[in-house]
């Protein structure tokens, strides 16, 4: 698969290598096996993965304010799977978004960027039993903001997946729902 192939709205979900990326997938719930989750969109003709992350390198900078970011960032997609250690897997949309939708969305992910990522949100969201608990007592707050909370709130902004609260999803979840429901068709192997 090439990167001309990717749309607005597509999600790439990471598996990692690390110990952090199988934690979270463990205390995620495990299946598919995701530990982290960015959403695709056009911006100035090219196709970049925003993602609220913390633990990229300083030299992997966001190439929108051209600085190392930690929380909205955006990257170049192409080629996102060589920079990155573990499998990328592409959740496509299961139809394009129309013209309003896709600048919409863009609007969306570039008033983001550069909100921090909410560390606390993220383990909230962790966890079957936990995660269901949290999104209970908790209600959404995106003045920090976590990886799958982050492309939750971008697709139900645009009336894709509507969620009343964005907080409680972690990246198997995410992904789980959005396949169930029909918003997105099988995963396949990222490959630009």
């Given at each position: 698969?090439?990167?001309?192939?990717?749309?607005?709205?597509?999600?790439?979900?990471?598996?990692?290598?690390?110990?952090?990326?199988?934690?979270?997938?463990?205390?995620?719930?495990?299946?598919?096996?995701?530990?982290?989750?960015?959403?695709?969109?056009?911006?100035?003709?090219?196709?970049?993965?925003?993602?609220?992350?913390?633990?990229?390198?300083?030299?992997?900078?966001?190439?929108?304010t051209?600085?190392?970011?930690?929380?909205?960032?955006?990257?170049?997609?192409?080629?996102?799977?060589l920079?990155?250690?573990?499998?990328?897997?592409?959740?496509?949309?299961?139809?394009?978004?129309?013209?309003h939708?896709?600048?919409?969305?863009?609007?969306?992910?570039?008033?983001?960027?550069?909100?921090?990522?909410?560390?606390?949100?993220?383990?909230?969201?962790?966890?079957?039993?936990?995660?269901?608990?949290?999104?209970?007592?908790?209600?959404?707050?995106?003045?920090?903001?976590?990886?799958?909370?982050?492309?939750?709130?971008?697709?139900?902004?645009?009336g894709?997946?509507?969620?009343?609260?964005?907080?409680?999803?972690?990246?198997?979840?995410?992904?789980?729902?959005?396949?169930?429901?029909?918003?997105?068709?099988?995963?396949?192997?990222?490959?630009?």
């Amino acid at each position: 698969m090439d990167a001309t192939r990717l749309k607005s709205g597509d999600l790439l979900f990471f598996t990692g290598q690390g110990l952090l990326s199988r934690t979270i997938d463990l205390c995620t719930g495990g299946v598919p096996g995701y530990s982290h989750v960015g959403i695709v969109c056009r911006h100035q003709g090219h196709m970049l993965l925003f993602e609220s992350t913390s633990v990229l390198p300083p030299s992997e900078k966001c190439v929108l304010t051209e600085k190392p970011v930690k929380g909205v960032q955006a990257h170049f997609a192409q080629g996102i799977e060589l920079r990155r250690p573990g499998k990328v897997y592409l959740h496509p949309l299961s139809r394009s978004l129309y013209g309003h939708e896709e600048q919409r969305l863009q609007l969306y992910l570039l008033s983001l960027v550069g909100r921090p990522y909410d560390t606390v949100g993220a383990f909230r969201s962790g966890g079957v039993l936990f995660g269901l608990l949290e999104s209970v007592i908790h209600t959404e707050s995106l003045n920090t903001i976590f990886c799958s909370e982050f492309a939750a709130s971008a697709l139900s902004e645009i009336g894709v997946f509507p969620t009343s609260n964005a907080s409680k999803y972690n990246p198997n979840k995410l992904a789980r729902r959005a396949f169930m429901e029909g918003i997105t068709k099988p995963r396949v192997r990222y490959v630009s």
